[in-house]
């Protein structure tokens, strides 16, 4: 059984202090939520980390914590990044690697995702990493190409283990804060597509325990019937992450 996994992606939002609030927000809205059936994680800003760990230990929340970026070398003469072991001391769980955005704005390669995908495992984190098409590229009928590429570059050299635990999003990028939205059958399609892909390479099983999630303007108003999906195990939310009762309502639509 795939536990769905419903993860708040802040992007470049919300300083410290307000990243508290949205927090304490988001623990108030999901008092009596049962984490072991939908599991929540938000991925605030570097800078917000420390803080929203130290949150959570002293007040129990049940969120996992994840960041949204990281470099791939242990340490070293890199000014303004951020180690895998930085994160892994801030009890970081998730990563979340190779979004459009760092693809696009920040020319990140399928290649260098791999890295990052092998140095998060190397770490203990749980890469989520993310996969998609432009609309040009689903206009020509290149979704699936092009996803399968992402894929299997991406998770290249992986152990069947190490596949299992990964957490896939799939995020077509004409979606991402457009208030478009995959229809859910669109979704459904392309993320059945994905897990066969698994299946082919890893073997059925693994495919089976992958979780593999939705984004691109996810909100309380569509997620339930995204989340109906038999493949989709969950979603990968940017806007209505960052308003506490919206992220909620589609916490609670996942159940
Ligand atoms: P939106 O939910 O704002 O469309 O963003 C999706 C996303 O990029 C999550 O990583």
């Not at 605030?44 to 990281?70: C, H, K, V, W």
Request: include cysteine; charged fraction near 25%; hydrophobic fraction near 40%.
């Amino acid at each position: 059984m795939r536990r769905p996994l419903i993860a708040g992606n802040w992007k470049m939002y919300k300083t410290h202090l307000e990243a508290m609030t949205l927090v304490q927000q988001l623990a108030h809205e999901l008092a009596g939520h049962d984490f072991e059936r939908v599991e929540v994680a938000v991925c605030p800003p570097f800078t917000s980390l420390r803080t929203i760990q130290t949150l959570i230990d002293s007040d129990r929340y049940e969120f996992g914590l994840g960041a949204q970026n990281m470099h791939v070398d242990k340490e070293g003469a890199f000014t303004g990044e951020v180690s895998p072991s930085m994160l892994k001391a801030l009890d970081v769980d998730y990563v979340i690697l190779g979004h459009s955005e760092r693809r696009e704005l920040f020319g990140e390669t399928d290649e260098g995702v791999n890295a990052k995908v092998r140095a998060a495992f190397a770490t203990e984190m749980t890469p989520i990493m993310c996969v998609g098409e432009t609309e040009s590229e689903r206009e020509a009928g290149e979704t699936e190409p092009k996803v399968e590429r992402q894929v299997k570059a991406g998770l290249a050299g992986l152990k069947p283990d190490a596949v299992r635990k990964i957490v896939i999003a799939y995020e077509p990028i004409w979606a991402i804060g457009t208030g478009k939205t995959a229809t859910p059958q669109d979704a459904q399609g392309t993320i059945s597509f994905i897990r066969r892909l698994l299946g082919s390479d890893f073997g059925a099983e693994v495919a089976g325990d992958t979780r593999i999630l939705y984004g691109g303007s996810v909100k309380a108003g569509n997620a339930a019937s995204l989340l109906g999906q038999a493949d989709i195990d969950g979603a990968l939310v940017g806007g209505a992450s960052l308003d506490g009762g919206e992220f909620a309502a589609i916490v609670k639509a996942a159940k």
